[in-house]
Structure formats: C-alpha cells, structure tokens
C-alpha cells in the first residue's frame, strides 16, 4: 500500500483502523484531561494560579505552532514515518510530564507533548481517508469522529477520576500503554512508503505562520488575565500576530513554492468547510469551557455530579458516529452538516431557558443534542472539504483543517470567558440600579435581604452577583445558537460531493 493507496485486505484495515482511533483519542484527550488536575498540581509543584495555566497553554501552542508542519513532513519522510516519531515521542513526553518535579519542567515537557502530538489527529484523519475506498470515507470520517469528539468530552471525566483516586500524574502516565498499543498496531498494519526527494519547503513562511500563531494564542490564554488591550504585553501579541500573518499572507501569494499551496484556497468546498469547522469548533469546546464553571460555581453542584452531566454529550457524539458510520455514505452530506448545525442550535436554546432553581436535566438533555449535533457535522464536513481537493494536496490540507478548527476551539473558549465575564460586570451594574428603598420590589423582598443590615445586603449583594452571572451565561448561550443558524448559510454554497468524486476520479483514469 502507498500513501495514497486503498488498503484491500478488510482485517489489516479494521486493525489498523483501531490503531489510528487509539492514537486519535491518546491525542485528543489530552486537550482537555488535565484541566481539573490544576488545582492538586498548583499545590504539588509550588506555582501560583496564574503560573499553572501555562500547564494548558504551552501544549497549545506548541501543538498550533507543528500542525501546519505535519503536511510537509508526511509528504517529505511518508506518514508511517511520522506517525511512528509522533506516538513514541507523545509517550516519552508523556512519562516526563507525570515524572516533573517542578512548574519548569512540567512546561518543557508539554512543549514536547504538544510538538509530537501535532501530527498526531490530522495524519489519522489521512490514514483513513487514504486505506478506505471513496464511497466508504463517510464512514472512516465517522469512526476518526469518535476519538476526535469523544477524547475532549471524556477528558474531564477520566481526569477527575484519576486524581481523585491516584495522583494527578496519572493524567499524564494512562497515555504509557496506549501509546505501546498504538505503536505496535501502526507499525504491523501501516506499510512503508517511498519518500518523496527534495521536498521544498518555505522556512520563510512557516516562520511567519509560527510566529503568528504563537503570539495569538498567547493573547487568547492571557487576555483576560492582562485585562485585554489595556495591557502592553497583549497589544504586543496582538501587533506581533497582525504582522507576521500579513507578511505570511504575501509570501504565499508571491512565493514560488509556498509553505502552503495556493490551490487550497481555489478550492471552495475546503475553503468553506474550514469555515464551518472554525464555527464548529467555536461551539463546542467554548460551551464546555463554561458549562462546569456555570454547574459548579452558580448551581452549586460537585465535581462528580458536573461530571455526570456532562458525560450525555459523549453520548450523544457516540451515538451519532456509530449512525454516521452505517447509514451516513447513504445521505447527501450536506443535508447532515445543516442537521448537525440545527441540533447544535436546538441544545443551545434549551440551555436560554436555564435558572438557579432548575436541575440539571436540562444540561444533560442539550448535552445530548449538542453531542449528536457535533459529530452529525464534523464527519460529513471533512468529507465534503476534501471531495474535490488535489489527492496531492490532502496532507497539506489535512493540517490547514485541523489547524483551523483548533483555532476555532481556542478562540471560542477565550472569547465566550471574556463574554460571560464582561456581560456579568454590565448585568450586575444594572440590577444594583434598581436596589433602592423607594423601589416596591425591594420592600417585598423578605427579612433575608436588607438595605439597613449590613448582613442582609450582603446576602443581597451575593445573590444579584449569581443573578448577574447567570444571566450572562445565558446571553451566551443565546449568541452561540444564533451563529449556529447563519452557519448554515454556506451549505447552500458547498458543491455535491459524489459528483465532484466521480469527476475527479474519471479525470484520474
């Protein structure tokens, strides 16, 4: 097999199929399993609250900066060689991370995860969209769509579990033995390839590109921290950011040899697709980014219980691969992107109607409308971008989509905190208005609440703080399922996919 070869044999593809959903999930996971281990690893390794945030966001970045890099390496070194470099240093780097001793050395080393683990998700996405025949890569989408989905979901869940009943570095050490598993499916099941000779690459624009994604993910991760553009060092990411991508923008135009081929952005299927998958990741990792904050802090519930409500969006996501994977080839996929979208846009609507009082049934059931709708999404998305794109350009492309919609993730959970914080401050600003003695609903409030006792207006006070997150959490809510409906616009523009495949293919023969 080549790397552009259907794999025939049914059982060494099923096996290395699993192989590739291993790594996929080893690597998705870790985005979000250390999250509700930073408060046990603030205090083991001495760091304060502001410090051990650089524990999420140096993986980050380093893995935003490689992902654009994976398209050359596969198609310089062969994707068997890069997927095998990737999982074993993802492991090393792994056991390094659960053996820190100090804030220094847990950095470094997941600097190190997020390096080796950039080609990890976009290369599996190629390997499955290489070893499955054309009518048959809806279905390969699906199943790589259960570990991209269903890794950040679960993260959580398993991190809070290991850290409640081990350490926190076992957060870190679970990735050991799936990682031996992966490598010894890939290296059994993914034959060699010839490596292609010469192979240019424009160190020029990589660096700007590099340069540009560092720096705008540090402004996402410490804006809020900075108090945004008030501060010196993020309007300095910020103008860093701003002028390396325009001198990366000119060298791709005027380059001979890019980094990244001109023809991608011919294409319009993958152009508008990347889009979508951008908005995607908006709403989905930026409504679990609030979500547990939201359960925890305002409703009160614990951390086992947010959990549990969080767990029937993984289900949900389950659920909706394991039906794209039967029946999902049988349907035209653009009609599953506008359903995904509109599911999306349902669960968030629910979640408008939420209060203080409510339980979490409501979470837990647009969870699930959420889930279904993100994995009825992405699996077609991919198909469609890369339907009528160059075979040549599919490595390439496979960076530039994973790249694009990590950006969408991490945009989305910066911006929506900084949303829900600011909308609180303006809520908040508005209600304390209104708390005045001649006000007739403040003198039906009960004995509890008080503008004479300095203990009820405290209580007072607390509660319109609730009142004023609350509703700001809802605001949202209620902008995120608005831009899940004009997402859908860009369908009504998307080329058909199965006669954009059948003419290339026909080009081919």
């Known amino acids: ?34 999250n509700v281990a930073l408060p046990h690893m603030q205090g083991s390794l001495s760091a304060t609250a502001d410090q051990i945030t650089w524990v999420l966001t140096s993986y980050i970045v380093a893995s935003a900066i490689m992902i654009p890099m994976t398209g050359w390496l596969a198609s310089r070194f062969g994707l068997r060689w890069v997927m095998l470099v990737s999982v074993v240093g993802f492991t090393i780097a792994s ?84 990682g031996v598993v992966a490598f010894i499916g890939i290296s059994t099941f993914l034959e060699r390839t010839r490596n292609a000779a010469k192979i240019h690459l424009d160190f020029f624009g990589f660096g700007m590109l590099a340069i540009a994604i560092g720096a705008l993910q540090l402004m996402l991760d410490r804006g809020q921290q900075r108090d945004w553009f008030s501060s010196t060092e993020i309007c300095l990411e910020a103008g860093m950011a701003a002028f390396c991508f325009y001198l990366f923008i000119v ?77 999902g080839s049988r349907v035209d996929p653009r009609l599953l992107i506008f359903v995904g979208l509109a599911f999306n846009a349902v669960g968030l ?14 979470v837990a059931t647009s969870g699930i409308l959420q889930g279904i709708g993100s994995s009825t999404t992405f699996a077609p998305l991919a198909a469609v971008a890369f339907a009528t794109l160059d075979p040549g350009l599919r490595n390439e492309g496979t960076a530039l989509f994973t790249l694009i919609r990590n950006m969408g993730s991490s945009c989305g959970i910066s911006v929506l905190q900084t949303l829900s914080f600011r909308n609180a401050q303006r809520v908040h600003s508005q209600l304390v208005e209104h708390l005045r003695p001649d006000n007739p609903v403040v003198a039906t409030m009960s004995s509890h609440y008080s503008l004479s006792d300095p203990a009820g207006i405290g209580r007072l006070l607390g509660e319109v703080e609730r009142q004023a997150i609350m509703v700001s959490y809802i605001e949202v809510f209620w902008g995120m399922a608005i831009l899940s409906v004009l997402f859908m616009l860009p369908i009504l523009f998307l080329k058909k996919p199965r006669r954009a495949m059948a003419a290339a293919m026909a080009h081919a023969e």
Not at 6 to 31: E, F, G, K, S
Not at 125 to 130: F, H, S
Not at 295 to 312: K, R
Request: one cysteine or more.
């Open 1 to 34: 097999m080549s790397d552009g070869g259907v794999m025939t044999d049914p059982v060494a593809r099923r096996l290395l199929t699993a192989a590739v959903l291993i790594v996929t999930l080893m690597n998705t996971l870790d985005m979000t399993i250390a």
């Open 95 to 178: 056991l390094l991370c659960g053996l820190a001793q100090n804030l220094t050395e847990i950095v470094l080393f997941r600097v190190l995860q997020g390096v080796f683990g950039a080609a990890m998700t976009p290369m599996s996405q190629v390997i499955l969209m290489n070893i499955y025949p054309p009518e048959r890569r809806g279905e390969a989408m699906s199943i790589w769509m259960m570990g991209a989905i269903l890794g950040p979901i679960m993260g959580p869940v398993i991190g809070g579990w290991l850290t409640d009943n081990f350490t926190w570095r076992w957060v870190f050490l679970i990735n050991l033995p799936v």
């Open 251 to 327: 060298q791709t135009v005027t380059a001979k040899r890019p980094f990244l081929d001109r023809r991608l952005f011919a294409d319009r299927n993958f152009i508008l697709c990347t889009g979508i998958g951008f908005m995607v990741g908006v709403l989905l990792f930026g409504t679990m980014s609030i979500l547990p904050q939201m359960l925890e802090n305002q409703m009160d519930y614990p951390v086992v219980t947010t959990g549990m409500l969080m767990a029937p969006r993984g289900f949900g996501s389950f659920t909706a691969s394991l039906i794209g994977a039967r029946y």
């Open 349 to 362: 609507l629910m979640l408008c109607g939420i209060n203080l009082q409510m339980n979490g049934w409501i």
